[in-house]
């Protein structure tokens, strides 16, 4: 806790950033939780690929269409030792790393902005929300005109499916800070600057990570399907070849790589959330 002194005597308790309520859970208790979520879930993953292993083999659904998990699994194999497999995901990696990181360059600055000055947010709100709400792939004929079938227009479809995520996610962020930090730290003179980065950017982080965690999944689905209508490479042309040339082996296990590379970047981004976000376990271990 902090205490503000306006008047000579006269002291205005306020809470400080790391400070936290007597019924905040700990860091450990939280952790405990996520961990015990997997532990629950995954009998059920488990049951989920052992129906997909039986199903096909029981004539429940048609093997050519359905293969068995064994079957993928063998295919997923062979792409990985041709390199086929790491050549398609890699370049499918770096067009919605290349979308995602201009997303967060636009998206983050501009919804400090809107969520800090009010007069900002009005006369941009509308064209914000009109842009937010036009899907991006009725724009992806669009994009292909404009910029051709080359990189250049799988990039854009890949930010424009992710900025606003990150947009809507900052906004919100920046406006939930408490008011009386805020307060606090203007009646201790506190710069713009060191408002931003001491007071509103940590507070922000976790509505931020949480808009990442949304913009890193669109723009994977984004480049996912403008590589499937316009390119001859990646994982979506990958999945769209072998489905064309009924080799559903390599179809299920480039979905499966999909779905794998989506995980993992997500627990990524999980992960910094709790390191960027380690003061409020410290907090909440410290004495009151």
């Known amino acids: 806790m902090a205490y ?51 199903a096909p083999r029981l004539g429940w659904l048609n093997p050519i269409f359905f293969p068995p998990l064994s079957d993928v699994c063998r295919s997923w194999i062979g792409l990985a030792e041709s390199g086929v497999l790491a050549k398609h995901i890699g370049i499918s990696l770096q067009r919605a790393a290349i979308g995602f990181g201009l997303a967060t360059i636009v998206a983050v600055p501009l919804g400090f902005l809107m969520g800090r000055y009010s007069l900002f947010e009005k006369v941009s709100d509308l064209l914000v929300q009109t842009l937010r709400n036009t899907s991006q792939f009725a724009l992806l004929p669009v994009f292909i005109l404009l910029l051709g079938i080359g990189e250049a227009s799988k990039i854009a479809i890949t930010f424009y499916s992710s900025v606003f995520f990150l947009l809507v996610n900052t906004i919100s962020g920046v406006k939930a800070v408490d008011p009386l930090l805020l307060k606090a730290a203007r009646s201790m003179g506190t710069s713009d600057v060191d408002l931003f980065r001491k007071v509103i950017l940590p507070a922000s982080i976790p509505s931020i990570v949480a808009g990442a965690r949304l913009a890193v999944k669109s723009s994977i689905f984004a480049v996912i399907g403008a ?53 409020k376990g410290q907090s909440d271990t410290s004495p009151h």
């Open 227 to 279: 590589e499937m209508l316009a390119a001859k490479s990646g994982l979506g042309y990958l999945i769209q070849q072998s489905q064309l040339m009924m080799e559903t082996g390599d179809m299920y296990a480039g979905i499966l790589t999909m779905t794998l590379i989506g995980l993992i970047v997500n627990y990524l981004l999980v992960w910094f959330e709790r390191w960027a976000t380690s003061w």
């Open 4 to 54: 503000i002194s306006e008047k000579p005597g006269i002291g205005i308790r306020l809470p400080s950033i790391a400070s936290t309520s007597a019924t905040r859970p700990t860091r450990r208790h939280k952790t405990a939780r996520g961990d015990g979520t997997f532990s629950y879930g995954l009998p059920l993953l488990i049951l989920f690929f052992l129906l997909w292993e039986i």
